[in-house]
């Protein structure tokens, strides 16, 4: 927690986009790039994509480096809201310390994307954020949320798995770069 122990979830706004951006490449091996984000805030009406902030400063380390590192890791597929917008900064008020998107898909949710900062991993926030998330889709009236995780990435199976989600399929070189299956994962909401 950093030094003002405040929390928010709110929608991710294009103002975001810098510190997301930044996340997404720290998080996945094939990162989707700023362009592709704004335009499903702009353009994706199924889209929700959300930001999980936390206080005031600049997030660091302990030490005080930057906590988004370059671990260029393979993250793990999140999920969260979209309404455009573009006045907000995102970062002068509260850093983003993870976000997720959601596509909704009539009564199915489908997790897209989660990535917390690396430096403020295994404290919860990736729960949080993924909780919240199916609040919102199970308050949209879906019935279940499906994501697909890439098969070597443990971290995030293990993170889904303890979160009730069990494996519904195994799609055969789902992912390129580097190359890997996709573990289909789902529950009931």
């Known amino acids: 927690m950093d030094q003002?122990?405040?929390v928010q979830i709110r929608l991710m706004t294009e103002g975001d986009l810098a510190e997301v951006f930044s996340l997404?490449?720290?998080?996945?091996?094939?990162?989707?790039s700023v362009t592709a984000f704004a335009l499903e805030l702009r353009h994706n009406p199924h889209g929700h994509?959300?930001?999980?902030?936390?206080?005031?400063?600049?997030?660091?380390?302990p030490d005080g480096t930057s906590a988004l590192g370059n671990t260029g890791g393979t993250g793990s597929t999140g999920a969260s809201g979209n309404t455009g917008g573009t006045g907000n900064t995102g970062s002068a008020a509260a850093p983003v310390a993870a976000y997720?998107?959601?596509?909704?898909?009539?009564d199915v949710a489908q997790l897209v994307k989660l990535a917390v900062v690396p430096a403020w991993r295994q404290q919860g926030w990736?729960?949080?954020?993924?909780?919240?998330?199916?609040?919102?889709?199970?308050d949209c009236g879906a019935r279940q949320l499906l994501l697909e995780v890439r098969s070597r990435n443990t971290a995030a199976v293990a993170f889904y798995t303890a979160l009730g989600l069990e494996r519904l399929d195994v799609l055969k070189n789902y992912?390129?770069?580097?190359?890997?299956?996709?573990?289909?994962?789902g529950c009931a909401l």
Do not use: K, M
């Not at 997404?24 to 989707?32: G, Q, R």
């Not at 997720?100 to 009539?106: K, V």
């Open 100 to 106: 997720c998107g959601t596509w909704l898909l009539g």
């Open 126 to 138: 990736g729960r949080c954020l993924f909780l919240a998330e199916l609040c919102w889709a199970r």
């Open 175 to 185: 992912y390129q770069g580097p190359s890997d299956d996709a573990l289909v994962l």
């Open 4 to 6: 003002t122990g405040r």
């Open 49 to 61: 994509y959300q930001v999980l902030c936390l206080g005031t400063g600049g997030l660091n380390d």
């Open 24 to 32: 997404e490449l720290a998080s996945f091996a094939d990162p989707w």
